[in-house]
């Protein structure tokens, strides 16, 4: 069944059909919102949370628009949410460590010892530079450089015009480049 069928069903009052439309695109929506968030908690809320509100809002989906792009924009709302919500937290709670990142959890393949050290450095200070993100910042370059998504998609579902979507993304490449360049500058002189 396409998904635009099983969305008419759903409306319908067909549970089955929409258990079809969360069992096709959970994952990319679980990885959207872990790689947001940063951890897998928050991340299956985050998930959960998405599937509800696309449910109570089945009547509003446009049929002209894909099925997958409209839940991707409601889950990477409600992680964008989250993470405001969180930093409100963070900042009332002074001198908290950022949360570990979903970077430093992710084991590598590779063999080589030396590399290994290299590359779990740059996936510890990649991890500082997304908690130095504004929510914004963090969800337009999680968008674009984890989830390969166009400028006007990232701005649609952050609500955003073009302009402000590439400066949000320019403001997280800087803080990025800011962290990584001792790595970058001992990596040159080695």
């Known amino acids: 069944m396409e998904d635009a069928a099983a969305v008419a069903k759903a409306r319908a009052g067909d549970r089955e059909a929409f258990r079809l439309l969360v069992e096709r695109h959970s994952h990319v929506l679980f990885r959207l919102a872990y790689r947001m968030t940063g951890n897998e908690h928050d991340a299956e809320d985050v998930v959960q949370e998405a599937f509800i509100k696309a449910y109570r809002?089945?009547?509003?989906?446009?049929?002209?628009?894909?099925?997958?792009?409209?839940?991707?924009?409601?889950?990477?709302?409600?992680?964008?949410?989250?993470?405001?919500?969180?930093?409100?937290?963070?900042?009332?709670?002074?001198?908290?460590?950022?949360?570990?990142?979903?970077?430093?959890?992710?084991?590598?393949?590779?063999?080589?010892?030396?590399?290994?050290?290299?590359?779990?450095?740059?996936?510890?200070?990649?991890?500082?530079?997304?908690?130095?993100?504004?929510?914004?910042?963090?969800?337009?370059?999680?968008?674009?450089?984890?989830?390969?998504?166009?400028?006007d998609e990232i701005g649609h579902a952050l609500g955003m015009d073009v302009n402000a979507t590439k400066q949000s993304i320019l403001r997280a490449v800087r803080k990025v480049r800011q962290v990584l360049a001792p790595v970058v500058e001992s990596g040159a002189a080695s």
């Open 57 to 151: 809002s089945l009547d509003r989906f446009e049929e002209r628009s894909e099925v997958g792009s409209w839940l991707f924009r409601i889950a990477s709302n409600c992680a964008f949410d989250l993470l405001r919500s969180r930093q409100r937290r963070e900042r009332l709670v002074d001198g908290r460590e950022p949360e570990e990142d979903a970077f430093a959890r992710t084991p590598s393949t590779d063999p080589d010892p030396e590399r290994l050290a290299a590359s779990a450095d740059v996936r510890r200070k990649v991890d500082v530079a997304l908690a130095r993100m504004s929510a914004r910042e963090r969800s337009a370059f999680v968008l674009r450089h984890f989830e390969g998504r166009s400028l």
